[in-house]
């Protein structure tokens, strides 16, 4: 098995709804994301596909209610890891 390093990008648009968010929120984000950066598939993420207009994405628990989407590019033993979308899982699965 091949061994990739893992680079992991925020998009604009994840920036500016983190930004949005209040502390709490933001201070799951960081210890998320931390976890996320050791062990992408650590349970406590429930990191799992999805599918029909976010096909393309994997999402994460942030909390109970709120989500990380997030999109994966494979090349060359490295995978960019960008993250896309941040909300309240009635707000982005609407």
Do not use: C
């Given at each position: 098995m091949?061994?990739f390093?893992?680079?992991?990008k925020?998009?604009n ?6 930004r949005k968010t209040?502390?709490?929120i933001?201070?799951?984000l ?9 062990n992408?598939r650590h ?16 999402s ?5 209610d709120?989500?990380?989407l ?14 896309e979308?941040?909300?309240k ?6």
């Amino acid at each position: 098995m091949q061994d990739f390093k893992m680079e992991i990008k925020l998009s604009n648009r994840f920036k500016k709804d983190s930004r949005k968010t209040n502390d709490k929120i933001r201070k799951f984000l960081t210890q998320r994301l931390k976890l996320f950066e050791q062990n992408p598939r650590h349970p406590l993420l429930r990191n799992h596909s999805l599918s029909g207009k976010y096909k393309n994405y994997r999402s994460i628990n942030i909390t109970g209610d709120w989500r990380a989407l997030y999109s994966e590019h494979r090349e060359k033993g490295k995978i960019n890891v960008i993250f896309e979308l941040l909300g309240k899982h009635s707000q982005i699965y609407r």
